[in-house]
């Protein structure tokens, strides 16, 4: 299959790499011209034949919003837009409404791996109607990891299916990762476990702990077995805002991903006007002592 591909950073350019060695014809556009194909939208478009499949990658927010409405004007009827970055499910109505009045299909594709995905394969979840979902499914079969399809793919249900639901995915990786974490201070502060990197590990096979993101943090202690390299700053892209947001819209209750997300928060604050509040408070009602800044 030939597929147009926009936005070759981390994901993309991997993406584009997997597509390639699956014997797909991609023809990837980016800003950067030490990695693009092609040196403008209109060039890509040009090179494809039709009826044309074209893939987004780019960030969230205007600049998916301002490239869809560029492949409006430059593509045709029969036509087939999928965004694979991490939009808002709310921006696929828009979108695909767009596309739709010029008879352009349109996908939202929810996609997991990241760096990894070029040698083990990505996570799909996709929204749209099923014609559009069957004309793409060589490239999501290429994308994929190796096995059972629906053990790496999902068609999700209409447009916003896909990216709402990698936004719960992503709310759920914030509860796992925080999960790690805590347990990881709690045995450093231990005085009883003298090797921590070694405990972590030994949970790899047999726990029902084990996962994959306990294996890339047995691989991070592997380098830094304390972590010291690193400052505990932790940003947060989007994903679990929103998830919690959701959980909020349909009264689902969801502490786990919401501390987890307020972790984050808490994370980057040098010193928190809160805990400030409630040292002064301890120190009104107990005279409880208190540290001077």
Known sequence: MQLGLIGLG??????????????????????????????SLADLVGALATPRTVWIMVPAGEPTRMTVEQLRELLDEGDLVIDGGNS??????????????????????????????????????????KPHVEQAMPIFDALRPEGPREE?????????????????????????????????????????????PATIKAWQRGTVVRSWLLDLLVRALDSDPELDDLRGYVEDSGEGRWTVEEAINHSVPAPVISAALFARFASRQDDSPAMRAVAALRNQFGGHSVQKA
């Not at 808002?88 to 008879?103: E, P, Q, V, Y």
């Not at 209409?158 to 509860?175: C, D, L, Q, R, W």
């Open 88 to 129: 808002r499910f709310t921006d696929d109505s828009a979108n695909s409404a767009s596309l739709d009045a010029k008879g352009i299909g349109y996908l939202d594709c929810g996609v997991s791996g990241g760096v990894w995905g070029l040698d083990v394969g990505y996570g799909l979840m996709v929204g749209g109607a």
């Open 10 to 39: 981390k994901m993309g350019f991997n993406m584009r790499e997997r597509l390639r060695k699956a014997g797909h014809e991609v023809v990837g556009y980016d800003r950067n011209p030490d990695v693009t194909d092609v040196a």
């Open 152 to 196: 790496g793919f999902a068609h999700a249900g209409p447009v916003g299916a896909g990216h709402f639901s990698k936004m719960v995915h992503n709310g759920i990786e914030y509860g796992l990762m925080q999960a790690y974490a805590e347990g990881f201070e709690l045995l450093e502060a231990s005085e009883l476990v003298t090797d921590v």
